[in-house]
T-cell receptor, first 111, second 114 residues
Framework: AQSVTQLGSHVSVSEGALVLLRCNYSSSVPPYLFWYVQYPNQGLQLLLKYTTGATLVKGINGFEAEFKKSETSFHLTKPSAHMSDAAEYFCAVSFYNKLIFGAGTRLAVHP | DAGVTQSPTHLIKTRGQQVTLRCSPKSGHDTVSWYQQALGQGPQFIFQYYEEEERQRGNFPDRFSGHQFPNYSSELNVNALLLGDSALYLC?????????????FGPGTRLTVT
């Protein structure tokens, strides 16, 4: 069965600090993995995706994620946090074109 | 390029009533999926439509039904509303054989059941 676990429902960082949001997945087939961001009272915006090929994936707004098959992980990082990064982040795995989401991580950025 | 659009933005209904939510997919997309996002949770898959047929369904009761029109737009219908149906309902569109299964989401419809 496919599932996604996001470690840490809340993460707080200082502006300019490294952002690390953790995601582990379970999949019976080679996974397609995604990170989405949700700002308050809005829908989901795709940050980045992994399908095949290069395991380090770069996305929008300076975010990137690395697919590690041996660790079944797809952690999201950004070298320097900005106030505008404060939002809810969701990791998802695709199973036959159906997205299965984690519970989300709320990122707070402090001055 | 128009993205995914949903209507209405907000909706308030009473228990036992019926509701219809609407979605227009991104230009060029022919597959529509619906998700329910309860407060503080990740989105949960309701069902997916392709070629005007329900292609797959998540763990939701038959009170949740849908429809896809020839222009690929879609409706989500919920009958006999319960308080627990209060949530953000998200529509997403995609290509069925795009390979990457990338889905684009609309802004959602916030349903409140009182």
């Amino acid at each position: 069965a496919q599932s996604v676990t996001q470690l840490g429902s809340h993460v707080s960082v200082s502006e300019g600090a490294l952002v690390l949001l953790r995601c582990n997945y379970s999949s019976s087939v080679p996974p397609y993995l995604f990170w989405y961001v949700q700002y308050p009272n809005q829908g989901l915006q795709l940050l980045l995706k992994y399908t095949t090929g290069a395991t380090l994936v770069k996305g929008i707004n300076g975010f990137e994620a690395e697919f590690k098959k041996s660790e079944t992980s797809f952690h999201l990082t950004k070298p320097s946090a900005h106030m505008s990064d404060a939002a809810e982040y969701f990791c998802a795995v695709s199973f036959y074109n159906k997205l299965i989401f984690g519970a989300g991580t709320r990122l707070a950025v402090h001055p | 390029d128009a993205g995914v659009t949903q209507s209405p933005t907000h909706l308030i209904k009473t228990r036992g009533q019926q509701v219809t939510l609407r979605c227009s997919p991104k230009s060029g997309h022919d597959t529509v999926s619906w998700y329910q996002q309860a407060l503080g949770q990740g989105p949960q898959f309701i069902f997916q439509y392709y070629e005007e047929e329900e292609r797959q369904r998540g763990n939701f009761p038959d009170r949740f039904s849908g429809h896809q029109f020839p222009n690929y737009s879609s409706e989500l219908n919920v009958n006999a509303l319960l308080l627990g149906d209060s949530a953000l309902y998200l529509c997403a569109s995609s290509l069925p054989s795009g390979g990457s299964y990338e889905q684009y989401f609309g802004p959602g419809t916030r349903l409140t059941v009182t």
